[in-house]
């Protein structure tokens, strides 16, 4: 019974102690991913990034968050003596983890007004992208395909202050393994404005 009054008596304590808040930033990105045997291929896009602090600290917060990124990738063309094709990669890019990150320093909180910050985490996404597959040009006209793929990702990243508030540049770095299909690997650098 202590032991069940002590858990109920820490959980309205933690719970008290603990301040939420959202927060967002928008930004640019650039993608790039290959396959098993597969041409490294870019995109470049937009991210968009929601975030909800659930735990918060004077200097640092656990969040969940969904950065959403979207891009237009191309890649040069290859000529296949073998087959007499060409090969080459356009399409649409589409990144959606959701990532558990821990924040420290700038941009961690609201209240945090130090002039530097930074973050990693991991998580779970999908990826759509046209980017990893092939078209192929040939006699009997274009074939193309799309891959999804689920898998785990990662992120990290620096935040540098801008003005008196919490607002700050982010320079993010993240990583998706898609675990399905042709297992592409997935790198992305972005650049965001966090309000």
């Known amino acids: 019974m202590k032991k069940l009054i002590l858990a109920i008596a820490l959980f309205f304590t ?11 930033g928008a930004g640019i990105t650039i993608m790039g ?4 045997g597969g041409d490294f291929t870019f995109a470049e896009g ?9 735990l918060e600290r004077e200097n640092l917060s656990v ?21 007499d094709t060409y090969n080459s ?14 924040n420290m320093g700038r941009g961690s909180t609201k209240e945090n007004r130090k002039k530097f910050g930074y973050f990693v985490g991991g998580g779970f996404g999908y990826n759509h992208g ?3 597959s092939t078209a192929d040009y040939d006699q009997t006209g274009l074939t193309s395909s799309s891959d999804n793929n689920f898998g785990p990702a990662a992120n990290g990243g620096l935040r540098f202050g ?10 993010k770095f993240s990583y998706f393994k898609g675990l399905n299909d042709k297992k592409p690997n997935i790198f992305g650098i972005a650049g965001l404005f966090n309000f």
């Not at 933690?14 to 967002?24: I, N, P, V």
């Not at 991913?33 to 098993?36: A, C, E, L, P, R």
């Not at 356009?90 to 821990?102: T, Y």
Request: charged letters at 10%; a neutral charge; proline letters at 4%.
């Open 14 to 24: 933690a719970g008290t102690s603990f301040s939420q808040s959202f927060m967002h």
């Open 33 to 36: 991913g290959y396959t098993n």
């Open 46 to 54: 937009f991210t968009y990034s929601p975030r909800f602090n659930f």
């Open 63 to 83: 969040s969940v968050g969904i950065p959403l990124s979207i891009g237009i990738s191309a890649s040069t063309d290859s000529y296949d003596y073998y087959t």
């Open 89 to 102: 990669s356009i399409g649409f890019v589409l990144n959606v983890p959701v990532m558990i990150n821990l």
């Open 130 to 132: 046209d980017f990893i």
């Open 162 to 171: 801008v003005g008196k508030k919490h607002k700050n540049i982010e320079l």
